[in-house]
């Protein structure tokens, strides 16, 4: 959807409540002058980014702008001179990969409403097709079948848009082929697995809203059976299947254990194999890697204050430690590999860098540069990002992330508190371009995990359930305090601006302690929880008590939750509040932003806000963001100086 072509009568929200343009253009005036980058250098599209090998090494795939949106572009490995084979205007290209070594398969929404199509294109820009042309329908990648290249098995929500059904279907002609029903919405399955030949075996189906039932066929014409059933608090999430023996996978659990472990799960027997395959002590542990060439094991990560490699492959220990020796001290990641496994693209990062793309392969002394992502950012100019630790009134460790200005000489600063957004997600140690910016204006950026950050064990996360404005909001508190004690925080200037629930806890922050915070900013986020429950996505319906159990019942908790709700206690709010928001999120509806505004300009306080039309949860076309940024640079400027 564009702006210029829709009309105010078709305009999602509330008509009455338009963008105050004059308003927001005015708080351009207040972004300081002395800044060594423009907000167009953090939040510009990369000239070339999201590298991918293909399967047979011999091309490289990657994004790159046309007319100001990210399209696929391909070059032969060794070549400069690219390609461009699609040509979107409207909405950059969210992700693509090679689903053969001739066409590339990539997912699109329109206007940010996240209901993503499937499209395939030959590597020569020839064939275009898109192989789910449904409206109002979303897919999920569920295998990509990497030794098929004619077909892929994804899930459609197209007969029910609460439910995704598995369909294998083929890449050049979009013939689908039903696998499986998905049928019974008071019973849903709301994940598939394949085994390593692509055959449907594996599946999680939701009882009674809150638990969740294993079930297992061993033959795609078997019936599926339930091997466990648990609650939802309970982890027992499949990875994929064992190489040797087609009755056992590698799961990622936290079954009887409050950290989540890598263990071996007999699907026959219904029970774990040996001992966990690797555990940590103080942090879950749910991602492990393997080669498809060799059917072994290679590696673990998890994220204690910054993400860690654990080997069991020598050879790819040898490797990374080589990596290592040739780049220097930043983050590596193997983005992709060719089929072979001899070639590799690696992509380097820290906190003050977006690092480069590097080309190895095994008959290279070292990885060769292919790009820099951001090479008009200097790393010296950027400011790191510290692992720090507080405690909560009631003595639980929250640990968090505190970026300092370059040059800091030890007074209190002005400080922007960014409680991250989920809110069952976790803030991680690396560059972050809203740290950089801010912290480029003068500013200390302070993230906090706060309880219900994932990551940290169950007992950590349930902590946060039915907590939002409670002992969440509290532990965000604790850290603007904790920052005022230690005389990082200037008192008399600390902002909060977060997204989604963020978002939230920004709003609960100048409501329920209105005198902590000097000004607000508010990106996408719920204001009251009643409605929030009410306009969630169709296929979020399945996991509906998940959310009452995690953050309340209208009808079982409505005392709390109205007293939670910033919306119903605007008369507390007495702190600058600027207000940004996606007309097309499906998510957090533009609703919870047009509630605030609209009861805060009843009370005749006047909110900047900023609403576009061609986004949804968050702001991803370029020009947007820049006017975003510009716009909290001048808010931020206007009342913390």
């Known amino acids: 959807m564009k702006e210029t072509s829709t009309t105010a009568a078709s305009l999602p929200g509330d008509p009455d409540l338009p963008s105050n343009d004059e308003e927001i253009a005015a708080l351009s005036a207040h972004i300081p002058s002395q800044l060594n980058y423009a907000v167009e250098d953090f939040f510009r599209l990369p000239e070339q980014t999201a590298f991918q090998l293909s399967p047979d090494g011999k091309y490289l795939a990657f994004l790159a702008p046309y007319q100001r949106r990210n399209n696929i572009h391909v070059r032969l490995l060794g070549e400069d001179k690219a390609v461009r084979i699609t040509q979107e205007t409207d909405r950059s290209i969210g992700s693509f990969f090679w689903a053969s070594d001739q066409r590339i398969v990539f997912v699109k929404d329109s206007g940010g409403n996240e209901n993503y199509q499937l499209f395939a294109v030959d590597k020569d820009g020839a064939n275009p097709r898109d192989l789910t042309p449904f409206p109002e329908v979303t897919i999920q990648i569920i295998d990509d079948l990497y030794d098929d290249e004619n077909e892929l098995i994804i899930g459609l929500n197209k007969n029910n848009p609460q439910l995704f059904e598995p369909y294998r279907i083929n890449i050049h002609t979009g013939e689908m082929k039903q696998l499986a029903e998905n049928t ?142 040739a780049l220097g001290d930043y983050e590596i990641t193997v983005v992709s590999k060719d089929k072979a496994e001899e070639r590799f693209l690696l992509r380097t990062y820290s906190d003050r860098s977006l690092g480069a793309y590097y080309y190895y392969d095994e008959t290279l002394d070292a990885p060769e540069l292919v790009t820099e992502v951001s090479p008009w950012l200097k790393e010296e100019d950027m400011a790191p990002m510290k692992s720090v630790t507080y405690q909560s009134r009631d003595g639980l460790s929250i640990q968090g992330y505190l970026t300092l200005p370059l040059g800091h000489t030890g007074d209190p600063l002005p400080v922007v508190i960014n409680p991250h957004g989920g809110p069952w997600v976790r803030d991680s140690w690396g560059y972050n371009p809203e740290a950089q910016l801010l912290a480029g204006c003068g500013y200390a950026v302070f993230q906090m995990n706060y309880r219900a950050s994932t990551g940290y064990g169950r007992s950590f996360w349930e902590g946060g359930f039915k907590q939002w404005g409670l002992t969440m909001q509290d532990d965000i508190t604790d850290g603007v305090n904790w920052l005022i004690a230690e005389g990082i925080a200037d008192p008399a200037k600390v902002a909060i601006y977060g997204g989604s629930y963020g978002g939230y806890a920004t709003l609960a922050g100048i409501t329920f302690t209105p005198d902590l915070y000097t000004c607000a900013i508010d990106y996408v986020g719920v204001s009251n929880l009643f409605t929030f429950m009410q306009t969630i996505p169709p296929y979020w319906k399945p996991y509906l008590d998940m959310l009452y159990a995690m953050v309340g019942h209208p009808e079982e908790d409505e005392v709390q939750m109205r007293a939670t709700s910033p919306v119903f206690h605007v008369d507390k709010i007495r702190t600058p509040l600027f207000v940004a928001q996606g007309a097309n999120d499906p998510r957090v509806n533009i609703d919870e932003s047009d509630q605030i505004v609209r009861q805060l300009r009843s009370r005749g306080i006047e909110v900047p806000y900023l609403v576009k039309y061609n986004e949804g949860h968050g702001f991803q076309n370029e020009e947007n963001r820049f006017e975003f940024y510009r716009s909290m640079l001048g808010f931020l400027g206007k009342y913390l100086g």
């Open 184 to 325: 019974d919405p008071l019973q849903p399955i709301v994940q598939w697995l394949t085994d390593h030949q692509g055959r449907l075996r594996v599946a999680i189906r939701m009882v009674g809203g809150v638990n969740e039932q294993l079930l297992y066929r061993r033959k795609e014409e078997d019936d599926f059976a339930v091997v466990s059933e648990t609650s939802f608090k309970e982890s027992l999430s499949p990875l994929f299947f064992d190489f040797d023996d087609g009755d056992v996978i590698f799961t990622a659990s936290n079954l009887d254990r409050d950290k989540m472990v890598i263990i071996k799960y007999d699907l026959a027997e219904g029970k774990e194999v040996g001992e966990p395959v690797f555990a940590h002590p103080d942090v879950d542990v749910s991602s492990l890697h393997y080669s498809r060439r060799h059917k072994v094991l290679t590696e673990v990560s998890y994220t204690t204050w910054k993400q860690q490699h654990h080997f069991f492959e020598e050879t790819r220990r040898a490797r990374y430690d080589a990596w290592r020796k």
